[in-house]
């Protein structure tokens, strides 16, 4: 790492070059970038206290350029930015070898505000539009410093595939509105599975990854949070034509192979809470 860099990284955990004690950095004291709710929904519960630690280590991790740009930026109508890591982190829950589940949290929320922000700049002023195409940019090259000083060079190529991936979907959405053309229900499905589906596949896959879960259950993993993303994309956008209960019990029978828990049952709920409650959760 070089001398310039902001975050080194010791028996994960996350040190900045100005010190880690708040006491004497008064960088480290500023008000939070990201307004978690003292008081979250109870489905939050069984991942709170570390959805937490995620975004504090999130938060150390941004160079202040970056928590100032958030901070100007992001303005959360609900709770839709927690969503990334929470689903790592449950899915992470099912598996007694339970890594480290704070580093693929943050990779998940950064992959989600970089396109975020770059997708939401197509739809403000040159000026915004500007600062708001900056962000993203700065959020996906993060991405990649992070994942390359943690060590996490096998997971490169596939957030290169997701970014890609995900920005197809936008991008195919964003085609049909400038011809001012209705997309038929199989277009529908295709974007929503590129926008959602692929983004949380690998949210729930990743958690299993850093869990120490076999490869045949991260791929159920995957299968059911592809299902998941897919019937939230459905259910937040309004689409009449697809039924996000159908995707979600797709994705449920595919988790279903994997071993009944304790955990298992609060992942159940929680994406069934979700969907039910895609404008509050």
Not at 227 to 237: C, D, L, Q, S
Request: aromatic residues 12%.
């Amino acid at each position: 790492m070089s001398a310039n860099s902001e975050v080194t990284f010791h028996n994960n955990e996350y040190f900045t070059d100005r010190g880690s004690c708040s006491k004497e950095n008064p960088l480290l004291l500023e008000e939070e970038v990201f307004p978690l709710s003292r008081d979250l929904p109870p489905l939050w519960h069984p991942i709170e206290r570390e959805l937490r630690v995620v975004f504090k280590k999130l938060e150390a991790t941004l160079r202040p350029e970056g928590r100032s740009l958030l901070k100007q930026l992001m303005q959360p109508l609900d709770y839709e930015f927690l969503l990334p890591p929470g689903m790592v982190l449950f899915s992470g829950h099912l598996f007694s070898k339970r890594g480290d589940q704070h580093l693929p949290a943050i990779f998940m929320e950064l992959t989600y505000l970089g396109t975020k922000f770059l997708n939401l700049a197509g739809q403000l002023s040159c000026k915004e539009q500007q600062m708001f195409v900056l962000t993203g940019d700065y959020l996906c090259s993060h991405l990649f410093h992070l994942i390359y000083e943690s060590e996490n060079i096998f997971l490169l190529e596939k957030f290169s595939a997701l970014i890609t991936t995900m920005n197809e979907g936008f991008s195919r959405q964003e085609g049909y509105r400038l011809k001012r053309t209705e997309p038929g229900k199989n277009e529908i499905k295709e974007y929503l599975y590129k926008q959602y589906g692929v983004f949380y596949g690998e949210s729930c896959a990743l958690g299993g990854v850093f869990a120490g879960s076999s490869k045949k259950e991260q791929l159920l993993l995957k299968e059911f949070g592809t299902a998941f993303g897919i019937a939230y994309g459905v259910h937040k956008k309004g689409y009449s034509c697809l039924s996000a209960d159908e995707f979600l019990e797709e994705g449920f029978q595919a988790l279903s192979l994997l071993p009944n828990s304790l955990s298992r049952r609060e992942l159940e709920f929680f994406a069934r809470r979700v969907i039910l409650n895609s404008c509050s959760v």
